[in-house]
């Protein structure tokens, strides 16, 4: 048998390709909508794909099922509880898919989602009664398990799929044996769990041990448990979730048109009629200087979860962009299904160098300079947009938390006759803050270099 794991850091994703040696024939599972990682590890392993299989209808990002179906005609698998627009394999218990030496046996595994599945795999080469390990998608973690509150904008109740959840975990996953591997489909970071640990593979065993939610406890206590402290989830969860039982057009064709050169007079006539303008560029150089109105999502932090959480679905979105990297920028959105891309501004911010009542800058202060300014008689408004368990923690005195996700609701909170001084944990957050508050019409607007983790590196105080 031939394994691999492909592990995508920014949406913390985990996905699979199990193949044969004998017949070279492989299976996908999970796939993220960029597939060409796992065609060259085809390629390379002279292995054909010709099954895919999502354990559920991810929410956190658009699967690639239909881009091996269109590309290599592979054939698609979901629990049988699904409901898609597209032609699919409906699978559940007793379901088993071979090939060669190796056997994809299916138990249904419902409580994040209603149609989870996890995926027991057997390389027969090896045993033909012990598996080598199990696919458990978003069922099982390192660590953690699936939260059972994703689907309640679709209808269904956290206590009904965390009773699901607590089902399938006792009397199909904890009966495999203890020297089982665990292989989630997602990593620490991720905002489909809350406790996920680093590793990332496990144990049935381990995790029958370390797991916090697999201790012995009743159901009720386990549905309290799981649903306890979850961080909110984006709004474009549901979205996503969605989108996986659409018939999409694929990835190729999207960035096909995505990637359109537009000239700063068409920018601005998008910007006009309404278009959001993303620059992802990074938050220093975006503070230097940047188009009016146009929003911070750097790529280099978690741009793609941001993207789809502060950007408005409905309208067309312009990339700007350091040269270069105009395809990344637009397919990491299309990995979350935000494709409506109008094009890229040709040339980038050079393209404003003639052009400077058309640019803003955004102060980035030290820690140090801010704590001087914050003890002035006129004192800026101190906001804090990280998420409240994080305040909880450790914030700086006087401030105001409005977390990043609700500012554009909120920011009538904010006064209107003082500077705004923001922070976040490093200042990715903050750079994202501090271009809408901007776009929302306020002016002096400031942030501290490097967040809380650098005022309290200049030694300065925080409340706990």
Request: hydrophobic fraction near 40%.
């Amino acid at each position: 048998m031939i394994f691999q794991q492909f592990y995508l850091g920014c949406l913390a994703h985990a996905s699979y390709l199990v193949g044969d040696e004998e017949t070279r024939v492989a299976a996908v599972v999970d796939p993220q909508r960029d597939i060409d990682r796992y065609v060259s590890f085809a390629n390379e392993h002279r292995l054909e794909i010709k099954h895919v299989f999502l354990t559920h209808l991810h929410a956190d990002f658009v699967a690639g099922h239909l881009e091996f179906r269109n590309r290599f005609g592979a054939t698609i698998y979901l629990g049988k509880s699904a409901k898609a627009e597209y032609a699919f394999v409906p699978v559940g218990d007793g379901h088993v898919i071979q090939f060669g030496k190796v056997r994809i046996a299916v138990l249904e595994t419902p409580g994040h989602t209603v149609e989870s599945v996890s995926l027991v795999v057997y390389d027969l080469a090896v045993s033909e009664t012990t598996p080598q390990g199990v696919l458990t998608g978003d069922t099982l973690f390192v660590g953690d398990v699936g939260r059972p509150d994703l689907r309640v904008a679709l209808g269904w109740s956290a206590s009904d799929l965390g009773g699901m959840l607590y089902d399938s975990l006792h009397t199909k996953v904890l009966k495999l044996p203890d020297t089982a591997a665990v292989y989630p489909a997602h990593g620490a970071g991720s905002l489909c769990g809350k406790a996920i640990r680093q590793e990332r593979t496990s144990t049935i065993g381990m995790e029958r041990q370390t797991n916090y939610a697999l201790q012995p406890m009743t159901k009720a206590a386990f549905v309290d448990l799981v649903s306890a402290e979850q961080v909110e989830a984006p709004d474009y969860f549901t979205y996503d979730a969605v989108l996986n039982t659409k018939e999409l057009p694929s990835l190729s064709e999207t960035l096909a048109h995505e990637l359109t050169p537009l000239s700063l007079d068409r920018v601005l006539e998008l910007q006009r009629a309404d278009a959001e303008i993303i620059d992802t560029r990074d938050p220093t150089d975006f503070a230097a200087a940047h188009l009016t109105g146009s929003v911070n999502i750097g790529l280099g932090g978690q741009y793609a979860t941001w993207a789809g959480t502060i950007l408005r679905r409905d309208r067309p979105l312009v990339i700007v962009t350091d040269p270069g990297r105009e395809r990344e920028s637009a397919l990491r959105l299309g990995r979350i299904g935000l494709d409506k891309v109008a094009g890229y501004l040709e040339g980038g911010l050079v393209s404003l160098d003639a052009h400077a009542g058309l640019t803003r800058s955004t102060q980035r202060v030290s820690a140090a300079v801010a704590a001087e300014r914050l003890r002035q008689d006129r004192a800026p408004a101190l906001v804090d947009v990280r998420t409240p368990p994080e305040v909880s923690k450790k914030a700086i005195a006087g401030s105001v938390n409005i977390p990043l996700a609700h500012l554009v609701e909120r920011v009538g909170e904010i006064p209107a006759n003082r500077p705004v001084l923001v922070y976040c944990a490093g200042g990715y957050r903050s750079s994202i803050a501090s271009s809408l508050l901007q776009r929302a019409g306020i002016d002096d607007v400031s942030e501290i270099a490097g967040g809380i983790t650098a005022w309290e590196a200049a030694a300065l105080p925080v409340r706990t």
